[in-house]
Protein backbone atom coordinates (compact mmCIF):
# COMPACT_ATOMS: atom_id res chain seq x y z
CA UNK A 1 0.00 0.00 0.00
CA UNK A 2 0.64 3.54 -0.80
CA UNK A 3 0.20 6.78 1.19
CA UNK A 4 -0.54 9.82 -0.60
CA UNK A 5 1.25 12.75 0.36
CA UNK A 6 0.41 16.03 1.21
CA UNK A 7 0.87 17.43 -2.46
CA UNK A 8 -1.19 14.66 -4.14
CA UNK A 9 1.98 12.53 -4.59
CA UNK A 10 2.95 9.37 -3.56
CA UNK A 11 5.92 8.92 -1.47
CA UNK A 12 8.46 6.59 -2.58
CA UNK A 13 9.04 5.81 1.25
CA UNK A 14 5.22 5.12 2.41
CA UNK A 15 3.93 1.64 3.36
CA UNK A 16 1.29 0.04 5.52
CA UNK A 17 2.40 1.32 8.89
CA UNK A 18 2.31 4.89 7.54
CA UNK A 19 -1.65 4.34 7.91
CA UNK A 20 -1.95 2.79 11.45
CA UNK A 21 -4.29 5.00 12.06
CA UNK A 22 -6.77 3.84 9.62
CA UNK A 23 -8.02 1.17 11.78
CA UNK A 24 -9.83 4.32 13.37
CA UNK A 25 -11.80 5.57 10.22
CA UNK A 26 -15.28 5.68 10.24
CA UNK A 27 -15.53 4.03 6.74
CA UNK A 28 -13.15 2.88 4.70
CA UNK A 29 -14.05 4.29 1.16
CA UNK A 30 -12.86 2.32 -1.84
CA UNK A 31 -12.33 3.04 -5.45
CA UNK A 32 -11.60 0.30 -7.54
CA UNK A 33 -9.77 1.59 -10.87
CA UNK A 34 -11.20 5.09 -10.98
CA UNK A 35 -11.24 6.62 -14.17
CA UNK A 36 -12.37 10.46 -13.38
CA UNK A 37 -9.82 12.29 -11.53
CA UNK A 38 -12.77 14.71 -10.74
CA UNK A 39 -14.05 12.49 -8.92
CA UNK A 40 -11.58 11.00 -6.62
CA UNK A 41 -10.70 14.83 -5.99
CA UNK A 42 -13.93 15.31 -4.86
CA UNK A 43 -13.59 11.53 -2.61
CA UNK A 44 -10.56 13.27 -1.22
CA UNK A 45 -12.22 16.16 0.26
CA UNK A 46 -15.21 14.16 1.75
CA UNK A 47 -12.76 11.79 3.28
CA UNK A 48 -11.14 15.07 5.24
CA UNK A 49 -14.91 16.30 6.04
CA UNK A 50 -15.98 12.61 7.28
CA UNK A 51 -13.06 11.25 8.73
CA UNK A 52 -13.40 8.11 6.10
CA UNK A 53 -9.94 6.65 4.62
CA UNK A 54 -9.58 6.47 1.36
CA UNK A 55 -8.38 3.85 -0.16
CA UNK A 56 -7.54 3.46 -4.89
CA UNK A 57 -6.74 0.53 -6.35
CA UNK A 58 -4.87 0.40 -9.10
CA UNK A 59 -4.53 0.89 -12.13
CA UNK A 60 -5.79 4.74 -11.69
CA UNK A 61 -7.28 6.41 -14.77
CA UNK A 62 -4.69 9.57 -13.72
CA UNK A 63 -1.68 10.10 -12.52
CA UNK A 64 -2.82 11.42 -7.77
CA UNK A 65 -0.85 15.46 -9.06
CA UNK A 66 -3.04 15.78 -11.83
CA UNK A 67 -4.10 19.53 -11.50
CA UNK A 68 -7.82 18.27 -11.85
CA UNK A 69 -7.43 15.65 -8.56
CA UNK A 70 -6.26 18.52 -7.02
CA UNK A 71 -8.51 21.63 -7.89
CA UNK A 72 -11.22 19.12 -6.86
CA UNK A 73 -9.94 18.34 -3.58
CA UNK A 74 -9.00 21.82 -2.67
CA UNK A 75 -6.60 21.65 -0.28
CA UNK A 76 -7.95 19.01 1.54
CA UNK A 77 -5.43 16.57 0.34
CA UNK A 78 -3.37 16.73 3.41
CA UNK A 79 -6.83 16.16 5.82
CA UNK A 80 -7.46 13.13 4.13
CA UNK A 81 -6.39 9.52 4.83
CA UNK A 82 -5.95 8.08 1.01
CA UNK A 83 -4.28 5.02 0.29
CA UNK A 84 -3.12 3.40 -3.22
CA UNK A 85 -3.43 -0.18 -3.50
CA UNK A 86 -1.29 -1.89 -6.36
CA UNK A 87 -4.39 -4.65 -6.62
CA UNK A 88 -7.68 -5.64 -4.73
CA UNK A 89 -5.74 -8.48 -3.45
CA UNK A 90 -3.61 -6.18 -1.68
CA UNK A 91 -6.37 -4.38 -0.64
CA UNK A 92 -7.60 -7.23 1.27
CA UNK A 93 -4.57 -8.02 3.02
CA UNK A 94 -4.01 -4.28 4.19
CA UNK A 95 -7.81 -3.87 5.67
CA UNK A 96 -7.66 -7.10 7.24
CA UNK A 97 -10.45 -9.73 7.08
CA UNK A 98 -12.76 -8.56 9.92
CA UNK A 99 -14.89 -5.58 8.03
CA UNK A 100 -18.06 -6.14 6.92
CA UNK A 101 -17.34 -4.98 2.66
CA UNK A 102 -20.61 -3.64 0.29
CA UNK A 103 -20.17 -3.53 -2.55
CA UNK A 104 -22.59 -0.92 -5.04
CA UNK A 105 -23.91 -1.68 -8.25
CA UNK A 106 -27.06 -0.33 -9.75
CA UNK A 107 -28.32 -3.96 -10.25
CA UNK A 108 -28.55 -4.65 -6.55
CA UNK A 109 -31.96 -5.96 -5.14
CA UNK A 110 -30.89 -4.58 -1.19
CA UNK A 111 -31.03 -0.96 -0.64
CA UNK A 112 -27.91 0.63 0.98
CA UNK A 113 -29.98 2.06 3.91
CA UNK A 114 -30.95 -1.33 4.73
CA UNK A 115 -27.69 -2.13 5.95
CA UNK A 116 -27.07 -1.69 10.02
CA UNK A 117 -23.46 -0.84 9.68
CA UNK A 118 -20.62 -0.33 12.24
CA UNK A 119 -17.23 1.46 12.34
CA UNK A 120 -14.81 0.32 9.68
CA UNK A 121 -16.86 -0.73 7.41
CA UNK A 122 -15.85 -0.46 3.51
CA UNK A 123 -18.36 0.41 0.82
CA UNK A 124 -16.72 -0.50 -2.70
CA UNK A 125 -17.21 1.47 -5.44
CA UNK A 126 -16.14 0.67 -9.08
CA UNK A 127 -14.92 2.70 -12.32
CA UNK A 128 -17.02 5.32 -14.18
CA UNK A 129 -18.31 4.03 -15.81
CA UNK A 130 -18.60 0.96 -15.80
CA UNK A 131 -18.63 0.16 -12.24
CA UNK A 132 -17.77 -3.24 -10.13
CA UNK A 133 -17.62 -6.23 -12.71
CA UNK A 134 -18.88 -9.42 -11.93
CA UNK A 135 -15.98 -10.87 -10.46
CA UNK A 136 -15.72 -8.02 -7.70
CA UNK A 137 -19.11 -8.34 -6.76
CA UNK A 138 -18.81 -11.66 -6.10
CA UNK A 139 -15.45 -11.90 -4.10
CA UNK A 140 -15.78 -13.97 -1.15
CA UNK A 141 -14.34 -10.38 0.82
CA UNK A 142 -17.86 -9.11 0.02
CA UNK A 143 -20.69 -9.14 2.46
CA UNK A 144 -23.12 -7.68 0.46
CA UNK A 145 -24.16 -5.76 -2.84
CA UNK A 146 -26.36 -2.66 -2.43
CA UNK A 147 -27.82 0.51 -4.55
CA UNK A 148 -28.95 3.62 -3.80
CA UNK A 149 -32.39 4.20 -5.01
CA UNK A 150 -33.14 5.59 -8.22
CA UNK A 151 -35.77 6.63 -10.39
CA UNK A 152 -36.05 3.85 -13.14
CA UNK A 153 -34.57 3.57 -15.97
CA UNK A 154 -31.18 6.02 -15.22
CA UNK A 155 -27.84 4.35 -15.15
CA UNK A 156 -26.30 5.88 -12.29
CA UNK A 157 -25.13 8.86 -10.09
CA UNK A 158 -22.15 10.23 -10.26
CA UNK A 159 -19.37 8.23 -8.43
CA UNK A 160 -17.95 10.90 -5.94
CA UNK A 161 -21.87 11.56 -5.38
CA UNK A 162 -22.47 8.22 -4.75
CA UNK A 163 -19.78 7.67 -2.41
CA UNK A 164 -20.95 11.05 -0.34
CA UNK A 165 -24.19 9.45 -0.22
CA UNK A 166 -23.01 6.16 1.27
CA UNK A 167 -20.74 7.54 3.32
CA UNK A 168 -23.02 10.05 4.89
CA UNK A 169 -25.49 6.81 5.16
CA UNK A 170 -22.68 5.43 7.56
CA UNK A 171 -21.99 8.71 9.41
CA UNK A 172 -25.67 9.35 10.30
CA UNK A 173 -26.00 5.59 11.33
CA UNK A 174 -23.16 5.99 13.49
CA UNK A 175 -24.39 9.50 14.96
CA UNK A 176 -21.63 11.67 12.83
CA UNK A 177 -18.16 9.79 15.27
CA UNK A 178 -15.77 13.14 15.31
CA UNK A 179 -18.01 15.71 13.24
CA UNK A 180 -20.05 18.83 14.50
Not at 12 to 35: G, N, T
Not at 43 to 71: C, K, M, N, Q
Not at 137 to 148: A, C, G, M, N, Y
Request: glycine letters at 8%; hydrophobic letters at 40%; a negative charge.
Amino acid sequence: MKVVGDNGAVPDSADAADSADSADAVVHLVFVEPRIPQNTGNAIRLAAVTGAHLHLVEPLGFSLDEARVRRAGLDYHDLARVSVHPGLDQLWQDLGPSRAVYAFTAHAERWHTSVAHRAGDVLLFGPEPTGLDEAVLHDEHVTDRVRIPMVPGRRSLNLANSAAVATYEVCRQLGHPGQQ
